[in-house]
C-alpha cells in the first residue's frame, strides 16, 4: 500500500511540473506574438507612409517636384508638432506654416454654488503643417513622421516630371538672348528714324521681358525640384476639460438697504421741489405782467 501511495504522489509531481512548463511556454508565446504585432504594426504604418515615388536615378536628367499629403490622428498634437518641427530642422528642411488650434464643439456652465459655476468644453485639438524638405530627404522624413501615427487617413503623393518644362525654358531664353543681340544691333546701325526706333525698343522689352519670366518660372521650378512640399493635416481624440470659475455678481447685491433708498428717495423729492421753486421764480415777469393785466381789467371793468 505504502508503495503504492508513492508511486501516486510521484505521478502528481511529475504532472504539475509537466502542466507549469507547457504553462510557462503558452505565456511566453503569447507575450512574444503581442510584442511582433506591436513591432509589426509600427513595421505597417511606416510602410504605409513611405514612398519611393518618382526617385531619380543617379546622373538622370529628369527632373521630379515631389509633394506628400498626409492627415493622420495622433496620441497628442502638441507633443506630435515639437517632434515634427525637430524632425525638419535635423534633415534641412523648414516649416512654411503653422496652425495649431483647438475646436470646440461643445461648451456647457452649470451653477454649482451660489459663487461658482463648472464649466465643461468638449474640443478637438488640430494642427495643419506646411513643411519644405530636401527632395533626397523626403523618404526620410515621412519614416520619421510615422512615429507618430495612432491612426491613418490618407496619404497622397505627387511626383511632377517637370523636365521638358525646364528645357522649354531655358531654349526661351537663349532664343531671346539672340532676339535681343539683333534687335540692339539694328537700334545701333538702322535705326534713324524715332519711330523706327521708338518700336524697335518696345520690342526689345517684350523680349526681354519674355526672358526674365522664363528664367524666373526656372529658378521657381527648380527651387520645387530642390525641396518637396510636404502637407500634414494631425489631429487627435476629442478631450473633455472641466474648470471651476467664479460667478459674477449680480446686480441686486449691490443695491443698498431699504433705509438708504427712502433717504435718497426724499433727498431727491426735495430737489425736484427745489427746481420747481427755482422754475416759478425764473418766470416772475412773465406773473408780474399777469397780475398787472389783471388788475387793470378789473378797474375798467368797474368804470364801465
Known sequence: MKKMHYTGLALLVIATIVYSCKNREYEENVAGE?????????????????????????????????TADIKFKVKNVPKSTYIIEDAMNKFGGFVTYTNLQSNVSERDEVKVSPDSSLVTTKYTMVNDITIRVPNTKLDTVI?????????????????????????????A?????????????????????????????????????????????????????NF???????????????????????????????????????????FMLEAIIAFVFQLWGILLLGFGAYFLAKRYAKKG
Open 228 to 270: 518637396s512640399t510636404l502637407t500634414l493635416a494631425i489631429y487627435q481624440n476629442e478631450a473633455v476639460k472641466q474648470e471651476l470659475i467664479a460667478n459674477e455678481k449680480s446686480v441686486n447685491a449691490y443695491r443698498p438697504n431699504i433705509g438708504l433708498q427712502i433717504w435718497d428717495s426724499i433727498k431727491t423729492g426735495w
Open 34 to 66: 503581442s510584442v511582433a504585432e506591436a513591432s509589426a504594426a509600427t513595421a505597417d504604418s511606416t510602410q504605409v507612409v513611405s514612398s519611393l515615388a518618382a526617385v531619380e536615378p543617379e546622373k538622370s536628367n529628369r527632373k521630379f517636384i515631389r
Open 173 to 225: 531664353q537663349r532664343r531671346s538672348n539672340s532676339s535681343e543681340q539683333r534687335i540692339e544691333k539694328a537700334i545701333d546701325t538702322k535705326g534713324k528714324k524715332l519711330d523706327n526706333v521708338l518700336n524697335a525698343e518696345d520690342r526689345l522689352d517684350a523680349k526681354k521681358e519674355q526672358h526674365d519670366n522664363s528664367k524666373i518660372e526656372n529658378l521657381s521650378l527648380q527651387d520645387q525640384v
Open 143 to 171: 519614416k520619421t513622421i510615422a512615429s507618430q501615427i495612432d491612426f491613418l487617413d490618407y496619404r497622397v503623393i505627387k511626383a511632377d516630371d517637370v523636365s521638358l518644362k525646364m528645357l522649354s525654358n531655358e531654349l
